[in-house]
Nanobody, 123 residues
Framework: VQLQASGGGLVQAGGSLRLSCAAS????????MGWFRQAPGKEREFVAT????????NYADSVKGRFTISRDNAKNTVYLQMNSLKPEDTAVYYC?????????????????WGQGTQVTVSS
């Protein structure tokens, strides 16, 4: 399984970005996709996750109400719409895939990871 993330960039505070992550290879019939991020000097943290059916999506408290995760199963692609961005959202964003479709927040449940895409929010 390979994951290819894209859509990062530089944006001013209050702006928006949309990240995409396309999965390819031997995925299972149903799987969970998640987004995580890692800021400089900090540990990787959970951002959002969504199950195959699109239900049960959940978010970190820090992004709830501003970020929306969605997926297009026909394209094996997950999206993260990020609105009202803040400087503290600056990080490398990683997409990840859990073949067991657990919808979990813990990064250890995800066996496959994308290469990361940089998001920088200026104040």
């Amino acid at each position: 399984v390979q994951l290819q993330a894209s859509g990062g960039g530089l944006v001013q505070a209050g702006g928006s970005l949309r990240l995409s992550c396309a999965a390819s290879g031997r995925t299972s019939r149903s799987y969970t996709m998640g987004w995580f991020r890692q800021a400089p000097g900090k540990e990787r943290e959970f951002v959002a996750t969504i199950r195959w059916s699109g239900s049960g999506d959940n978010y970190a408290d820090s992004v709830k109400g501003r970020f929306t995760i969605s997926r297009d199963n026909a394209k094996n692609t997950v999206y993260l719409q990020m609105n009202s961005l803040k400087p503290e959202d600056t990080a490398v964003y990683y997409c990840a895939l859990d073949l067991s479709n657990r919808g979990a927040r813990g990064s250890h449940y995800y066996a496959y990871w994308g290469q990361g895409t940089q998001v920088t929010v200026s104040s």
